[in-house]
């Protein structure tokens, strides 16, 4: 495999930029793997680098419906922090926010993780405390993220509406400098040639039907469109459609799906230098590299499959971002789209065994799981390889829910993303 | 006036010049222009810069579909728009518009030196470097590359237009006034339907406008135009023009965004400047018709290459000729037409090359008749110019392989790749798609909404073909709501039907590595880039798509889609229908955020909700505090006090005397009927069926997981009816969530539930006079201890208004809250300040009676319970009706974590240092010495100064705390440790004498 460098770049324009290689094949199933990963998306492939890489798991096949990213990878508004409230995900979103700083080296693919800092909007009194008590828990967790009054939010992002008589004024923003942003495809895009560089077979347009489980219980393999695979190990991560397949091995998980929007408008030159999230109104912003505003708002009302969210929601999206941004009226919408998330009952993933010997699963990451891309696949790999979970996914397991030791962030402070 | 303009020509006003700049430079265009049409009549091509290589470009279409030609336009303080379609934008006077992502200026952009070093930019270039050194990317490559990218600027300063938004409801909706729209919102009306015809453009007529010398029925294209548009006012149908159909949602719901005023010389005062429309229709016709498709050439973006039928337009449209000498490329018949129509009015035509060896005998006659230079079965190779185009490549095409070029001077090259049908609506309803292998387009298939699809739109080419068809959809739709329709033909001469072939990159005889051939004008794509991203093992068209941004630019594609298909499945050696199309999404065009705002704006944004007594607040100095809609007096400052000295002052005016607290945002529930005190036992954690009438209870909420969610003191009113009251913000929640139990878990039950928050005013009286006061104004009711205890409801008048009188206390002092009915609200209230005023009666906000509260250790639902916290958390066991069989989340409270040790519980905390208050959401250790990552035992959920107290006081939530009263606990608060001892959150008056004074 070719490494990117600027030397690469230069040499391959000399020669017509005929040299390239193929960034991952296009891997025809073989008759079984070691382990199966179900989803393509930055999770699913991500587990696959990390098994090849720290495990030396190579005889690896990630099995996608589609195409590889098309998922809710290549669909979300790719805000990335780590200020997360409770130990548990504290820990959990940074080690990803770690693993984040270092992946364009490692994956020598450029995924442009951009730390231009994540700035949620306190709105009311119950934002203010609910964002301090975050601002304390992360201190004490060695987690950055800071209290700002709205006169430093406004120097942090200029365009931002500070006026006491906004309908709902700005009293404050916790910031997390480390926070950011990163482009999505890249991830998944990197993730999959360097998982196939070590062996990994992708293997798009392949939708799995079943998983296949033996007359002791355990997993045999899944049931394909293109044939049964074996593989005494599979792991799940086909976030919103998660449920119907660890259903066909008889796991109920505990997910609601819903449809999640988000849109960007036509590129403009920088104007916005960070991520501006605010609750209270449902909706955020940040400006991509290219000069899209990428706005996004929260669930869709109702439960649905259909990958086509309502207008309501979005002139309410776009109403609040007017009332926070009032200078972008006159912008335009450029185009608008949705993915279904997977929802837990206490918003958070799950991730880890299954009572299916075998069988592993990771989901339940719904409006905020792009962020945990390099955690999560690294915390599944070793969860596979070991059979026993990492300590950081440790406490997000299934039998919470029966248990009721819930790690409930959106209980804590309602706050999504 | 300018040579390039033709008199007598056009639907313009040759009488009405339109003065306007364009960078700067003043220009006249006429009275019916779009700005794009006023520029070419000016001789200008060169608009605009490209995204990535900083190309010069030009004017490509004459619709909403241009890639090129946005410029920022303005007029005046607030009003800069950025990425305006100079092809969409009407001329008005005094119009200042400005080319975009040049610097310094449109013709020397330094910007270009990337053009120069494309190669390096190649597709995804950007993914392949910039990472080293680690963390250069943020800080140094990524501002570069963001400064160098965008188009236009954005707006600095507030808008000062309206935006408005409308519902409708129609029988049919036709979406776009082209021949085959206009015909079928005729049959639909003609048959009684009730009819909408949207349109993007100012005028009806679509493609005719540009076609004047069809004869349709007899009449010229102009002349049927006109008459129609009369036999549409006459139907009753509602043409709406400068409307654009953003998107298409489920069950028929059209999202419309009308221009209003974008097109006049000066803005009205208070007229919207857009509005979105939500048209909910029984049947939709999309008469969309179809764009015109680019040649994928070397060169092919050079200013001055623009589409042929833009050229007949311009022509036919606003009168304008865009240049002297038109070299024509095409593999449709189409172009043919415009090449005679731009030589009748002066264009010399030096060359029409056609890639097809086999075109239409009459085209060929006429071109011959007409002295024009054929080239049949030819390709073009190149461009040659800078700033503006000045000769053609063409070379001969033989056996397929390409002969020597030849050189063809001119001043524009006028090109057709075909036509697609447009279908992005269609597919926003996702409706599926099958490929047309003939035709080389995706037409329509399998249908999911009540959907016509006419004309153009299906592949069908020619006006007659359009007219009748259009007709048929709108008989269909008149059909299929129950009318009897007829679809009446149409005699149509001097049409132009036409058909031919489609390409990927045109065949050439240069080294295809090196060919600039673009795909996608405005991201620089072009067709190499896409058989790069192929060679990359992209494979299907969305991976082509993201890697190269083809498709992804301002005009969605439009121009794009499928010249990136063709040669994406050429490079992959497969049909195109198996690699796929990119899915469209709304909006049809782009549009502004205001028209989604629509009202929803400034103190609009969401409704503000004011109690009765909120006018009483204001006049006397309240200052607010928003909670959910809601706005409450937070406190009552006198003269100069802050809000600590206010609340100091409002607290003892409670406890030594008498308040006055507008309680009126509480939710309130009014639950009814036979089965309601069985309902109140499933629903809430106490037990209800021995609570007698007359008497209160205060209850508690659990979600199904057994956590607090919500709590209220609820009174029995009669046997079968309580009054409920929930928390300010709650209460929509908890309705929903008791509908949502009696619907689909107890639909049994004989039960109605009415909110009746907004029904009552609620004003409470609280502190030790608070009888003294009320007693002289109560009617109807003995409110001694003895006869109205604690704990107690009953009906009666108070200051003659009829009420619901409550005797209860949340703040630890004698207490009662009057529900009057909310229109006297004020008047209540005015009463207990008279009547109070002997006894120094203060009125108190929000802020005074969160600090009551936590005097006597109150929880509030959400600050001190967070939906993790179960009764026993809070110490609230007692509240639970251990008897009772099941109430919602009883299960769960079983549950083996929230009966384990160590669970955070609700309890005092008092620092050491009287005078320290702690933040709210401090966390709380044992060791304040340890090292990161610490050990958290809990959280400070409520913190005060207690003037009662003379201290600050707090409640906080920490693991094992009620069996740790009197331990030290420390609270780092980021600049020391703060010490706190563990204590009872019952601050004040533990034995609750007072409130049953
Ligand atoms: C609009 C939107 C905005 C968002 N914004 C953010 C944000 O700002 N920050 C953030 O952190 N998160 C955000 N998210 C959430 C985030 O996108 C997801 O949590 C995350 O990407 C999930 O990654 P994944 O790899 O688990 O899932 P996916 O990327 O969805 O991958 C799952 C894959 O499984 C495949 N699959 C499904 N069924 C099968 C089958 N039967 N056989 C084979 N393959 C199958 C799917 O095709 C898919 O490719 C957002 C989500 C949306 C929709």
Redesign the pocket.
């Known amino acids: 495999m070719t490494r990117f460098s600027a030397l690469s770049l230069v040499r391959n324009a000399l020669s017509g930029n005929r040299d390239w290689d193929q960034q991952w094949p296009d891997a025809q199933p073989k008759t079984e793997y070691d382990v199966i990963i179900?989803?393509?998306?930055?999770?699913?492939?991500?587990a696959a680098y990390y098994l090849a890489k720290e495990h030396g798991i190579t005889n690896v096949a990630v099995?996608?419906?589609?195409?590889?990213?098309?998922?809710?990878?290549?669909?979300?508004?790719?805000?990335?922090?780590s200020n997360y409230l409770y130990d548990e995900s504290a820990r959990l979103y940074d080690h990803a926010l770690d693993l984040w700083e270092g992946l364009s080296q490692e994956l020598n693919y450029n995924v442009m993780f951009s730390q231009r800092g994540v700035l949620m909007l306190a709105h009311n009194v119950h934002d203010v405390q609910s964002f301090q008590r975050h601002v304390y828990a992360n201190r004490l967790n060695g987690v950055d993220n800071q209290w700002l009054t709205p006169r430093q939010a406004k120097e942090f992002c200029p365009i931002l509406n500070i006026s006491p008589d906004a309908r709902y004024p700005v009293m404050g923003a916790a910031l997390q400098k480390r926070a950011g942003?990163a482009r999505?495809d890249a991830v998944?895009w990197g993730y999959a040639r360097a998982a196939a560089a070590r062996g990994v077979d992708i293997i798009q347009n392949?939708?799995?039907?079943a998983i296949r489980r033996g007359a002791n219980g355990a997993v045999e393999g899944?049931e394909?469109a293109r044939g049964f695979i074996r593989a005494k190990k599979v792991a799940?991560?086909?976030?919103?459609?998660?449920s119907?397949?660890m259903e066909t091995a008889g796991v109920r998980l505990p997910l609601e799906s819903y449809?999640?929007?988000?849109l960007v408008s036509e590129p403009v030159k920088p104007c916005m230098p960070c991520?501006v999230m605010s609750n209270a109104v449902h909706a955020?912003m940040s400006q991509s590299d290219k000069g899209e505003l990428v706005i996004?708002?929260g669930t869709d009302q109702y439960t649905s499959y259909s990958q086509r969210g309502g207008l309501p929601l979005i002139e309410h999206t776009l109403a609040a971002i007017c009332e926070i941004f009032p200078t972008v009226t006159r912008m335009r919408m450029l185009r608008k789209?949705?993915?279904?998330?997977?929802v837990t009952p206490d918003r958070s993933a799950i991730l880890g065994k299954t009572p299916v010997p075998g069988l592993y699963v990771?989901?339940g990451?719904?409006?905020?799981?792009?962020?945990?891309?390099p955690g999560?696949?690294h915390v599944l790999a070793w969860t596979v390889a070991k059979d026993e979970p990492h300590p950081i996914n440790a406490p997000f397991t299934l039998e919470r829910f029966t248990t009721g030791r819930l790690i409930d962030e959106a209980a804590a402070a309602a706050v999504?993303? | 006036m300018s040579r390039f303009r033709v008199t007598g020509k056009g639907r313009v006003d040759h009488h009405a010049p339109v003065r306007f700049t364009f960078d700067g430079k003043s220009f006249f265009g006429l009275r019916g222009d779009t700005l794009a049409s006023a520029l070419l009549a000016n001789g200008v091509h060169l608009v605009g810069r490209s995204f990535k290589y900083h190309r010069p470009r030009g004017i490509v279409t004459a619709g909403s579909e241009e890639p090129n030609a946005l410029v920022g336009t303005s007029r005046g303080r607030g009003r800069f728009e950025p990425n305006t379609r100079a092809t969409l934008q009407e001329l008005r006077s005094g119009l200042v518009a400005e080319s975009q992502n040049r610097l310094p200026s449109l013709k020397f952009d330094v910007g270009a030196i990337n053009d120069a070093l494309s190669p390096l930019f190649s597709a995804g270039f950007y993914y392949k470097t910039f990472m080293w050194p680690k963390g250069f990317w943020d800080k140094v490559y990524e501002p570069v590359i963001r400064a160098a990218a965008g188009l236009g600027r954005a707006p600095e300063t507030t808008d000062p237009d309206r935006y408005a938004s409308r519902h409708a409801h129609t029988d049919v909706l036709v979406i776009g006034a082209g021949p085959a729209g206009i015909a079928a919102a005729l049959a639909a009306a003609k048959a009684g339907a009730k009819v909408v015809l949207a349109e993007e453009t100012a005028e009806i007529g679509g493609a005719l406008l540009s076609d004047p010398e069809v004869v349709i029925d007899g009449a010229k294209a102009w002349n049927w135009i006109a008459a129609r548009a009369a036999d549409l006012a006459e139907s009753g149908v509602r043409v709406m023009t400068r409307t654009t159909a953003i998107g298409y949602y489920h069950q028929n719901m059209i999202g419309l965004a009308e221009r209003l005023t974008d097109h006049l010389d000066s803005v009205p005062e208070n007229a919207p400047r857009e509005r979105l429309w939500r048209i909910r229709a029984r049947h939709v016709v999309l008469a969309q018709g179809a764009i015109e498709k680019p040649l994928v050439f070397h060169g092919n973006d050079r200013p001055g290459v623009m589409l042929a039928g833009a050229a007949q337009t311009y022509l036919h449209r606003f009168g304008v000729r865009v240049g002297d000498s038109a070299a024509v490329v095409t593999s449709h018949d189409s172009a043919w037409h415009a090449a005679f129509d731009l030589q009748d009015a002066g264009t010399g035509i030096a060359v029409i090359v056609d890639t097809r060896t086999d075109v239409r005998e009459d085209l060929v006659a006429e071109a011959e008749r007409r002295g024009i230079r054929l080239r049949l079965g030819h390709t073009a190779t190149g461009t040659d110019g800078r700033l503006r185009v000045s000769a053609l490549r063409i070379n001969p095409l033989r056996d397929g392989s390409v002969g020597n070029g030849t050189k063809v001077f001119c001043d524009c090259v006028l090109m057709c790749g075909g036509w697609t049908p447009s279908l992005h609506l269609f597919s926003h309803t996702k409706g599926t798609l099958k490929w047309d292998a003939e035709n080389t387009a995706f037409l329509p298939d399998r249908k999911s909404e009540a959907v016509e699809i006419a004309g153009a739109g299906r592949g069908l080419w020619g006006y007659g073909a359009a007219l009748d068809d259009g007709a048929k959809a709108g008989a269909l739709a008149a059909e299929a709501l129950g009318l009897s329709a007829a679809a009446p033909t149409h005699d149509v001469r001097q049409d132009r039907p036409g058909t031919g072939t489609a390409h990927e990159e045109l065949p050439t005889d240069h080294d295809r590595g090196h060919t600039r051939a673009f795909v996608d004008f405005q991201n620089d794509v072009t067709a190499k880039d896409i058989r790069l991203a192929v060679r990359e093992g992209m494979r299907s068209i969305e991976h082509v798509k993201r890697y190269t941004t083809t498709g992804m630019a301002t005009d969605q594609g439009k121009l794009s889609n499928i010249n990136g298909l063709l040669i994406a499945s050429n490079a992959l050696g497969k049909e195109p229908p198996k690699v796929g199309l990119t899915t469209f999404r709304p909006p049809y065009t782009p549009t502004t955020f205001g028209t989604f705002a629509g009202y929803h704006r400034g103190a609009h944004f969401e409704v503000t909700r004011k109690t009765p007594i909120d006018s009483w607040a204001a006049e006397n100095g309240a200052v607010w505090e928003p909670v959910g809609q809601w706005r409450r007096a937070r406190y009552f400052p006198q003269g100069s006090e802050d809000m600590d000295d206010a609340v100091a002052r409002e607290c003892r005016a409670v406890r030594e005397g008498v308040g006055l607290f507008d309680a009126s945002t509480l939710g309130k529930i009014e639950v009814t009927g036979p089965d309601a005190a069985e309902f109140m036992n499933r629903m809430y954690t106490n037990p209800w069926t021995k609570l007698a009438p007359g008497k209160l209870r205060y209850g508690v909420l659990l979600g199904e997981d057994g956590f607090i969610r919500d709590d209220g003191v609820i009174g029995r009113i009669s046997d079968h009816r309580f009054h409920v009251t929930t928390t300010t913000g709650g209460a929509a929640r908890v309705l929903n969530m008791m509908e949502d139990y009696l619907q689909t878990e107890w639909p049994d039950l004989d039960v109605w539930l009415t909110s009746t928050t907004e029904q009552w005013a609620v004003a409470a009286l609280n502190g030790p006079k608070a009888r003294t006061v009320l007693d002289g104004l109560v009617e109807g009711l003995d409110i001694s201890n003895e006869a109205f205890p604690m704990m107690s409801v009953a009906d009666c008048t108070v200051a003659g208004i009829p009420a619901r009188l409550f005797r209860l206390s949340f703040t630890g002092e004698l207490g009662y809250e009057i529900n009057v009915p909310a229109r006297h609200g004020r008047a209540l209230w005015e009463a207990l300040m008279e009547a109070g005023k002997a006894h120094g009666i203060t009125p108190y906000g929000t802020e005074t009676m969160h600090v009551l509260r936590a005097e006597k250790g109150f929880i509030i639902v959400g600050q001190d319970t967070d939906g993790t916290v179960t009764p026993d958390d809070a110490g609230l066991d007692w509240a639970i009706g251990k008897a009772k069989p099941d109430f919602v989340g009883k299960r769960s409270l079983a549950r083996p974590d929230l009966v384990a040790q160590g669970r955070r519980q609700l309890v005092g905390l008092l620092t050491q240092d009287g005078k320290v208050r702690l933040d709210e959401g401090a966390q709380i250790v044992d060791d304040p010495n340890q090292p990161t990552p610490m050990k958290m035992i809990g959280h400070v959920t409520s913190s005060y100064h207690s003037a009662t107290l003379g201290r600050s006081i707090a409640m906080a939530v920490i693991e094992n705390g009620r069996a740790r009263m009197g331990e030290t606990v420390h609270v780092p608060t980021g600049k020391g440790v703060e010490a706190a001892v563990i204590a009872s959150a019952v601050f004040y008056d533990p034995e609750g004498g007072r409130a049953k004074l």
Request: proline fraction near 3%; include cysteine.
């Open positions: 179900v989803g393509a998306g930055g999770h699913g492939l991500g099995i996608e419906k589609g195409w590889l990213g098309g998922g809710n990878t290549g669909r979300n508004t790719t805000i990335i922090r942003t999505h998944a392949c939708p799995v039907t899944v394909t799940v991560s086909a976030a919103g459609h998660t119907v397949i449809p999640l929007q988000a991520v955020y996004g708002s789209w949705g993915g279904i998330v997977d990771n989901c990451w719904g409006t905020g799981g792009f962020k945990a891309t999560a696949g999504a993303h």
